[in-house]
Structure formats: structure tokens, C-alpha cells
């Protein structure tokens, strides 16, 4: 199992830090929160493979690791190791506002079965864990979702 996670997660940052050792695309994702009225949000970006399984983390929105287990799906899978997230962190987004991160993801990961999931959380806030999960699909490229609490709506595309 071990060797499963540590192989999807090579493929995950494999496209993301080295595109030419893979087959990958550009991908961007974007996130738009909804007017909440809180502090800014905190936000872990991660894939799950097709028997549920965390594969890799792609971001996280928020810089103070005292606040990763309110992501608690993400920090399950992880074990709240800030290795998993070491070079792909950001501020955390306020109320109202947009993340739109840019990336290379292996071509592998879509139409396999593969889940983008987003977890929220906000300080003094409940917790949003699986505030967005989607299918990686080459049809739901455009396609916008809507978030279950703090996230309005949540797209990706080519």
C-alpha cells in the first residue's frame, strides 16, 4: 500500500516538477470563494486514485501549519506531514476572492478514475473537509462544481 501511494504521489509531482518525464498537460484550476465572512481560508488541494486512495497533494492555500488538521480528509490521508506540501504552499484566500493556480498534471490521471478533492477550513469557522471532490475528466474540463460551504464554485481546464 505503501509503495502504491509512494508510486502515484512520484506521478503527481513527477508532472508537476518535471513535465518532460511524463506525458502531461496544462491544467488550470480555479476557485472562487463564496462571501463567508470570515478570515481567509485555508485550502488543501489533493488527488485520490481510482480505489479511493490519497495519490498526492497538489497546494495548499494557507502557510500556518498549526491550522492543517482543520483540513481533516486531507490531513487523514497525510498524517498532517507538512512534507507533502513543502514548495506548493500559498497565502491563504479571503472571503470573496479567487485561487487560480496553474499546473502540468499527468495525462495519466485523467478519465482513470483519479479525484480532485478540496478541503476547506476557516478560522472560528466550521470545517468544510471534501468541500469539492470531481472526477478528473477530460468532459468536466470547464465545466464549473459548487462548493458545500466556503467555495462557491470550483473549475478546471486545459
Not at 19 to 25: E, I, M
Amino acid at each position: 500500500m505503501l509503495a502504491k501511494s509512494f508510486i502515484s504521489a512520484l506521478v503527481l509531482t513527477t508532472a508537476l516538477t518535471v513535465p518532460g518525464l511524463a506525458q502531461a498537460r496544462p491544467v488550470t484550476l480555479t476557485v472562487n470563494l463564496s462571501q463567508y465572512g470570515g478570515d481567509g481560508a485555508y485550502l488543501a488541494v489533493y488527488v485520490t486514485d481510482p480505489a479511493g486512495a490519497y495519490a498526492g497533494s497538489l497546494w495548499m492555500a494557507g502557510g500556518k501549519a498549526k491550522y492543517y488538521r482543520h483540513l481533516s480528509d486531507w490531513a487523514r490521508f497525510t498524517g498532517e506531514n507538512i512534507a507533502e506540501v513543502n514548495g506548493i504552499t500559498g497565502a491563504s484566500v479571503g472571503a470573496g476572492r479567487s485561487l487560480e493556480l496553474s499546473m502540468d498534471l499527468a495525462d495519466a490521471l485523467f478519465d482513470a478514475g483519479y479525484t480532485l478533492h478540496i478541503d476547506a477550513a476557516v478560522e472560528d469557522m466550521r470545517d468544510s473537509p471534501n468541500e469539492i471532490a470531481v472526477p478528473l475528466t477530460a468532459a468536466g474540463a470547464g465545466q464549473a462544481v459548487a462548493g458545500r460551504q466556503y467555495i462557491a464554485d470550483f473549475t478546471y481546464g486545459f
